[in-house]
């Protein structure tokens, strides 16, 4: 009888070799593997684009009035001490600080105590209340200043730092009260009925476990109320009539004359009101980018 000589087995890989893959399915470069010049040139025109303006005012409030230079040479800061001194930019200054820093201590604070109270508590008219902040969003500021010009002159307002505090501070809420929410409800609340456990009450539980944890979103919250109140300029215009209370925006716009515009001391006032923005941020933004459960909970 014939026997067939058994063939030898292919080796396993043999036998388990995989598929070429798919055109679609290759792998793609990961970001390291990404030229850098793919990733730095639309960076550097995207800068150029944006740095291009900052120059032309810094530019403008540098060289000597009635210069045409590209470059600002020779350098003269006659333009800052005119809006400074014979433009009253530092009284308009010192306004406008005390502006954003009230609007900002008021805004943070009433938006921590309604933000826990959307994070933490159900009652009824939570969805309404919900959609009312949402729905107050769409409103704009132009649309309030009949009705709250008319709130402040019954209770003797007009003409007072006071009354733009109030309305910034009434138009930040909404939003800010959003933010603090969300910010809430991301921070366990093991962590806080630990505290009660602990003997802490509600309020010391919050002060001492929640609220380190809501520093960012504190300080996004707070940053985002000091920039819009320093840069708003209906309420300020529209409630304050007296020169000495004016605030940077309503300087910037004295400046401008139907009949001609100093160009030199608008940029000069515009550095002026650049600057304590640009600062603030230089210093908040790694709080605006660390996630601020960071560290919360340890195994």
Avoid at 25 to 34: N, Q, S
Avoid at 44 to 70: D, E, K, M, N, Q
Avoid at 71 to 78: A, G, L, N, Q, R
């Amino acid at each position: 009888m014939i026997t067939k000589e058994a063939t030898p087995a292919a080796p396993a890989a043999e036998r388990a070799a995989p598929a070429p893959p798919h055109p679609a399915k290759r792998h793609r470069p990961a970001w390291d593997e990404v030229p850098r010049w793919q990733i730095y040139l639309p960076l550097g025109v995207y800068l150029v684009f944006t740095l291009i303006p900052f120059y032309w005012i810094l530019l403008f409030s540098l060289r000597p009035a009635g210069s045409t230079s590209l470059v600002p040479w020779p350098v003269t800061f006659d333009h800052f001490e005119k809006v400074w001194t014979e433009r009253s930019f530092g009284t308009y200054f010192g306004n406008s600080v005390l502006v954003g820093v009230a609007t900002l201590v008021m805004t943070t604070l009433v938006a921590l105590a309604g933000g826990y109270a959307l994070a933490r508590f159900d009652f009824r008219i939570k969805r309404g209340f919900m959609l009312a902040l949402l729905c107050s969003q769409f409103v704009p500021g132009a649309l309030l200043l009949v009705p709250l010009f008319e709130i402040f002159a019954n209770l003797q307002m007009i003409n007072s730092l006071g009354s733009v505090i109030l309305a910034e501070t009434v138009f930040q809420l909404p939003l800010s009260m959003i933010l603090i929410s969300n910010f809430i409800k991301n921070v366990p609340y093991s962590l806080e009925e630990a505290a009660w456990v602990d003997g802490c009450g509600r309020l010391r539980a919050f002060r001492i476990v929640v609220l380190p944890l809501l520093r960012p979103g504190i300080i996004a919250v707070g940053s985002f109320a000091f920039v819009h109140s320093w840069n708003h300029f209906l309420f300020a215009l529209m409630f304050l009539n007296n020169q000495s209370k004016q605030t940077i925006p309503v300087g910037l716009n004295t400046l401008m004359s139907a009949d001609s515009v100093d160009l030199g001391a608008l940029a000069a006032g515009g550095i002026i009101a650049a600057v304590p923005v640009v600062i603030v941020f230089a210093f908040i933004q790694k709080w605006l980018i660390t996630g601020f459960s960071a560290g919360a909970v340890k195994g």
